[in-house]
């Protein structure tokens, strides 16, 4: 028979699994970076940076204020971490890197397997390239010199040698060797991994097993749909997979009132060990691509907040803006704002804040305080809140400033 969970409690178990609850460290350095990345395993990686690219978000909601600079040298350089084809592009510790093995063969046989795909009309291309990283390694894109390496279109028309590189990065053949700003570094898989990382050889069966037992861990609590979705794994591993964690004692069968498909409650599972907080006390700007987010249906489930990404909408469709963060009040989603970074005016511009209808009396305040911190973060000088949303007016209020009407 199932445990019940209460869906207050379901919310503190998933929160707590993703490292919210526990009061800011002091100070953050490399410990702490590292302990945190290993638990969330993944860091989603866009390129919007109107406020600040993604996968600094989550840090900052979990640790609170850190060096920027000290996550970089972490992540894009080899060493403890590494990116691939995870959630969607993702940085993760480098041990994970061979899971994704079956991942990569998937790719390449696909690609190969269709006579009209871009990789079997370029094996020559492609082999080329392998070449020259092994003579020339690691390079960005734009450092390899061939005809190719033109775009198509505009900034999105990849060149014939941004595709290959791709097409042998998804492949695992090669790998990121960090990246100069946001550009990726490109380099031979033996050029940057150690041999006890290229030499383990893991059965899909096996690898989708520990990925769901890791997705496991960092959902807490969670349908089958959901731990899967944490690295996009197929659902008839999954389903084998979740039956045997539940049977090794690595997941356990629970039921949350109110979690249904259609009229019969969903089957979900509790990861063994999971903390069961009885009270959760957090603030945090959410990312839109943050793993308590990221799966719109479990968003809207977990915290009755249906939340879509606006940033491909045209303006005059928008109903929340164009970069809406979720306010994270303890347990509860308690907002959503639309966030710029003005770096030449040194301001963080709150574009439109939204109240929700669950939130605490005190989310004004709590989130004046917030935004001030983050302000501090991103070293701007002050905080603007323009005259959109709910929230606006008693947010600049709590913030002590006036509503803008004509973005100053």
């Given at each position: 028979m199932n445990d019940i969970l209460s869906p207050a409690l379901a919310r503190r178990v998933a929160l707590a699994a993703q490292?919210?609850?526990?009061?800011h460290p002091p100070a953050v350095g490399a410990r702490q970076l590292n302990t945190l990345?290993?638990?969330?395993?993944?860091?989603?990686?866009?390129?919007?940076?109107?406020?600040?690219r993604s996968h600094y978000l989550p840090v900052f909601a979990r640790l609170g204020g850190f060096d920027k600079a000290i996550l970089d040298r972490l992540t894009f350089r080899p060493g403890r971490f590494i990116e691939y084809w995870g959630h969607e592009a993702t940085l993760l510790p480098v041990d994970t890197w061979p899971l994704f093995r079956w991942r990569m063969d998937a790719f390449r046989a696909r690609s190969l397997s269709d006579p009209d795909s871009w990789a079997s009309a370029n094996g020559p291309f492609l082999q080329w390239l392998r070449d020259e990283l092994a003579e020339k390694g690691p390079l960005v894109a734009s450092e390899v010199?061939?005809?190719?390496n033109r775009r198509t279109g505009p900034w999105w028309g990849w060149s014939d040698v941004k595709i290959g590189l791709e097409t042998l990065f998804r492949w695992g053949e090669i790998v990121s060797a960090g990246r100069n700003?946001?550009?990726?570094?490109?380099?031979?898989?033996?050029?940057?991994?150690?041999?006890?990382?290229?030499?383990?050889?893991?059965?899909?069966?096996?690898?989708?097993?520990e990925l769901m037992r890791r997705g496991a861990v960092a959902h807490g609590v969670g349908t089958l749909e959901d731990i899967a979705d944490y690295f996009r794994l197929p659902g008839a591993d999954s389903r084998t997979a979740i039956k045997e964690l539940q049977d090794a004692g690595d997941v356990l069968p629970v039921t949350v009132p109110g979690w249904m498909r259609g009229t019969q409650?969903?089957?979900?599972?509790?990861?063994?060990?999971?903390?069961?907080?009885?009270?959760?006390?957090?603030?945090?700007?959410?990312s839109p691509f943050d793993p308590v987010v990221w799966a719109r249906p479990r968003a809207e489930r977990l915290f009755d907040f249906r939340y879509r990404i606006e940033i491909y909408t045209p303006k005059h469709k928008r109903v929340h803006g164009y970069y809406v963060l979720p306010v994270l009040i303890d347990d509860t989603l308690a907002a959503r704002v639309d966030l710029k970074n003005d770096r030449q005016a040194g301001t963080l511009r709150v574009q439109a804040a939204w109240l929700e209808p669950s939130a605490p009396a005190d989310t004004p305040e709590?989130?004046?305080?917030?935004?001030?911190?983050?302000?501090?973060?991103?070293?701007?000088?002050?905080?603007?809140?323009?005259?959109?949303?709910?929230?606006?007016a008693r947010l600049a209020s709590a913030l002590g400033v006036a509503l803008s009407t004509n973005g100053d």
């Open positions: 490292g919210f609850g526990r009061p990345i290993d638990r969330l395993e993944v860091l989603q990686i866009d390129s919007v940076n109107v406020f600040e010199e061939h005809d190719a700003g946001f550009e990726r570094r490109y380099a031979l898989a033996s050029q940057v991994l150690p041999a006890s990382i290229l030499d383990l050889n893991i059965s899909r069966a096996d690898a989708i097993r409650p969903r089957q979900a599972w509790l990861a063994n060990g999971a903390r069961k907080p009885r009270s959760l006390s957090a603030d945090a700007l959410l709590r989130l004046a305080a917030l935004l001030r911190r983050t302000a501090e973060w991103q070293g701007c000088e002050r905080v603007v809140v323009a005259d959109r949303g709910t929230l606006s």
